[in-house]
Antibody, heavy 118, light 110 residues
């Protein structure tokens, strides 16, 4: 069965960076784009960007341009989301999600809580 | 890209039907048939309920249906059940080759 398993919760200080991983199993990793979505406390879902695991091509939401980097390691079927220059506004649950050919997200990771606090 | 507009909350009694709207622009909802809907229970991963405006994934109850008119997409839940109580989000592809979520709607079963 398809599974996306993310790293555990992280606590970071303002100005630091965080790197969250998303390990895929149960399907061909390079066959589906992976997107990243976050949800801050009390807020809605926010789209961050995608990576094509086959080519490594990426596309980022304008809001995160210059601060987010999506990468992947095909040898271990894992995608990564690195966010830099963290502020308290980046405190959120971060999700990876598999993107289908029908322009939707059919499988999601369990979410990773990133807390930014001094 | 601004979030698509959804009502903050919608409520209904068991067995009733409710509709959640998702309003965007011609550059997103109105311009493409790439609208999807997600059910989100707190602390869990979102679940895909509708894709490509009207299509239901395998395993999703036929009580859930989607539609679109102009720049507004809608999700209808018929025969409302207690388990339907959750947050619901729409999502659309945009002309900037990006994606945008709606502001989210809390559904309460009275």
């Amino acid at each position: 069965q398809v599974q996306l398993v993310q790293t555990g919760a992280e606590v970071k200080k303002p100005g630091a960076s965080v790197k969250v991983s998303c390990k895929a199993s149960g399907y061909t990793f390079t066959g589906y784009f992976l997107h990243w979505v976050r949800q801050a406390p009390g807020q809605g879902l926010e789209w961050m960007g995608w990576i094509n695991p086959n080519s490594g091509d990426t596309n980022y939401a304008q809001k995160f341009q210059g601060r987010v980097t999506l990468t992947r390691d095909t040898s271990i079927s894992t995608a990564y989301m690195e966010l830099s220059s963290l502020t308290s506004d980046d405190t959120a649950v971060y999700y990876c999600a598999r993107f289908t050919g029908s322009s939707s997200f059919d499988y999601w990771g369990q979410g990773t809580l990133v807390t930014v606090s001094s | 890209q601004s979030a698509l507009t959804q009502p903050a909350s919608v409520s209904g009694s068991p067995g009733q039907s409710i509709t959640i709207s998702c309003t965007g622009a011609s550059s997103d909802v109105g311009g493409y048939n790439f609208v999807s809907w997600y059910q989100h229970h707190p602390g869990k991963a979102p679940k895909l309920m509708i894709y490509d405006v009207t299509n239901r994934p395998s395993g999703v109850s036929n009580r859930f249906s989607g539609s679109k008119s102009g720049n507004t997409a809608s999700l209808t839940i018929s025969g409302l059940q207690a388990e339907d109580e959750a947050d619901y989000y729409c999502n659309s592809y945009t002309s900037s080759s990006s994606y945008v979520f709606g502001t989210g709607t809390k559904v309460t079963v009275l």
